[in-house]
């Protein structure tokens, strides 16, 4: 059974940081890509940033570049986001997700592989 469980959310003031980490196990960990997608109150998903922990390769979404970091660890079978330079329109709920590739993280495309989510919150 796949298995993504999040931590480390919570709230913060504009121009702080936050580090979310995606506990994984159930399935082989290179095999997926794995990264985060976002809600908003009255918006659809949106992906976020994805690594593939095969070859590191990575996507941002172009409004989190330069300030979002991700990286995995294949011993812990976890995936990390750091996220830098906060502002309040990056609140959300945030979900770990392991699809099949990076292209998915663009949005768009179904697959099945989902956490439960955990809030991050920024205040002004």
């Known amino acids: 059974e796949v298995q993504l469980v999040e931590s480390g959310g919570g709230s913060v003031q504009a121009g702080g940081s936050l580090t979310l980490s995606c506990a994984t196990s159930g399935f082989p960990f290179e095999d997926y890509a794995i990264g985060w997608f976002r809600q908003a109150p009255g918006e659809e998903r949106e992906g976020v940033s994805c690594?593939?922990?095969?070859?590191?390769?990575?996507y941002y979404a172009d409004s989190v570049q330069g300030r979002f970091t991700i990286t995995s660890d294949t011993a812990k079978s976890t995936v990390y986001l750091q996220m830098d330079s906060l502002k309040p329109e990056d609140s959300g709920i945030y979900y770990c997700?392991?699809?099949?590739?990076?292209?998915?993280?663009?949005?768009?495309?179904?697959?099945?592989?989902w956490g439960q989510g955990t809030q991050v919150t920024v205040s002004s």
């Open positions: 997700v392991a699809p099949p590739s990076l292209v998915y993280c663009t949005g768009g495309y179904y697959f099945a592989n």
């Open positions: 690594i593939n922990p095969f070859d590191d390769d990575t």
